[in-house]
């Protein structure tokens, strides 16, 4: 008699023929009607706390990515002649107000979509610094990126650092938006099974 493959993870105290036991997986219906009963009142409130938590990480990198920027501006504005800042700073800066508006953006959208625009948002970010950082590594001062940022000589190597340092945490954000948005879509979609099942 052939014998059902063995899951692993799922038991069942049947035996056939006298034989040993042989797990069976339950029926797919029977995994949908368990996830189903695990969603409800606790399940939204658990994912709307973990929405917040994500949009304070956003916003605390945002912070973390604006702070050069607002040292360098401290210094300035401190400074017996005032100089205009260089463009990296207004670059910054207008990197971190992006971060401020997707963590206010994350924390009141309820849709798999936000975490998925997040992820691309934190790729992207993660490819320009690295850009950045690569080019502030090999090149001179009188490189096109160099210029283009409007940095001095003595901060070339520590930007240089510090886009490295921000790409691979960027890197790491995008990686935990992409999974959330995953999970994100599978409760959606119980969700929408649960109504149909309750109509």
């Given at each position: 008699?052939?014998?059902?493959?063995?899951?692993?993870?799922?038991?069942?105290?049947?035996?056939?023929?006298?034989?040993?036991?042989?797990?069976?997986?339950?029926?797919?219906?029977?995994?949908?009607?368990?996830?189903?009963?695990?969603?409800?009142?606790?399940?939204?409130?658990?994912?709307?706390?973990?929405?917040?938590?994500?949009?304070?990480?956003?916003?605390?990198?945002?912070?973390?990515?604006?702070?050069?920027?607002?040292?360098?501006?401290?210094?300035?504005?401190?400074?017996?002649v005032v100089a205009p800042p260089g463009r990296w700073i207004w670059l910054l800066a207008f990197a971190g107000g992006l971060h401020v508006l997707y963590s206010a953006f994350i924390?009141?959208?309820?849709?798999?979509?936000?975490?998925?625009?997040?992820?691309?948002?934190?790729?992207?970010?993660?490819?320009?610094?690295?850009?950045?950082?690569?080019?502030?590594?090999?090149?001179?001062?009188?490189?096109?990126?160099?210029?283009?940022?409007?940095?001095?000589?003595?901060?070339?190597?520590?930007?240089?650092?510090?886009?490295?340092?921000?790409?691979?945490?960027?890197?790491?954000?995008?990686?935990?938006?992409?999974?959330?948005?995953?999970?994100?879509?599978?409760?959606?979609?119980?969700?929408?099974?649960?109504?149909?099942?309750?109509?």
């Amino acid at each position: 008699m052939k014998r059902k493959t063995r899951l692993p993870g799922y038991r069942t105290p049947q035996f056939q023929d006298g034989g040993p036991d042989i797990p069976v997986a339950p029926p797919i219906e029977e995994k949908i009607r368990i996830d189903i009963d695990r969603s409800g009142p606790e399940r939204e409130q658990d994912d709307r706390f973990l929405r917040y938590v994500l949009a304070v990480g956003v916003l605390v990198i945002g912070v973390i990515v604006a702070t050069p920027a607002l040292m360098q501006w401290s210094v300035l504005m401190n400074a017996d002649v005032v100089a205009p800042p260089g463009r990296w700073i207004w670059l910054l800066a207008f990197a971190g107000g992006l971060h401020v508006l997707y963590s206010a953006f994350i924390a009141t959208v309820e849709d798999f979509g936000a975490y998925r625009s997040l992820a691309v948002y934190f790729l992207a970010s993660a490819c320009i610094m690295g850009f950045f950082g690569i080019s502030l590594w090999l090149g001179d001062n009188s490189g096109i990126i160099p210029r283009f940022l409007q940095i001095s000589v003595s901060h070339q190597m520590r930007g240089a650092a510090w886009c490295g340092a921000m790409a691979g945490l960027s890197v790491l954000a995008s990686y935990v938006f992409s999974r959330e948005a995953v999970f994100a879509r599978d409760r959606q979609n119980l969700k929408r099974v649960k109504e149909k099942s309750v109509d």
